[in-house]
Nanobody, 116 residues
Framework: QVQLVESGGGLVQAGGSLRLSCAAS????????MGWYRQAPGKQRELVAA???????RYGDSVKGRFTISRDNAKNTVYLQMNSLKPEDTAVYYC??????????WGQGTQVTVSS
């Protein structure tokens, strides 16, 4: 089992920044993939950013150039730096970990709200 604890969500004005953190504990290994996904009301959950196989990173098209994912293996923690936030970034953001790009375990989610 893997436990995930997310933090860093909140309310921010358009153009602002937020940093999300997700700490993993339990049966977690540095080789596992870690990522962020989001779900807005009435929409499907989508990839925001993920990192797997050490250094391979994927970003969702809508966040490229604005969001940056990073990882601290010593702390089993993944971060999402979100800059130039837009109202359409408003969603519940979920941390997920798994083997490779799989999403075997999910966090409880953290709300990000961007006001215009």
């Amino acid at each position: 089992q893997v436990q995930l604890v997310e933090s860093g969500g909140g309310l921010v004005q358009a153009g602002g920044s937020l940093r999300l953190s997700c700490a993993a504990s339990g049966s977690f290994f540095s080789r596992n993939g870690m990522g962020w996904y989001r779900q807005a009301p009435g929409k499907q959950r989508e990839l925001v950013a993920a990192i797997a196989y050490g250094t391979i990173i994927r970003y969702g098209d809508s966040v490229k150039g604005r969001f940056t994912i990073s990882r601290d293996n010593a702390k089993n923690t993944v971060y999402l730096q979100m800059n130039s936030l837009k109202p359409e970034d408003t969603a519940v953001y979920y941390c997920a970990v798994g083997t490779g790009w799989n999403t075997d375990y999910w966090g409880q989610g953290t709300q990000v709200t961007v006001s215009s």
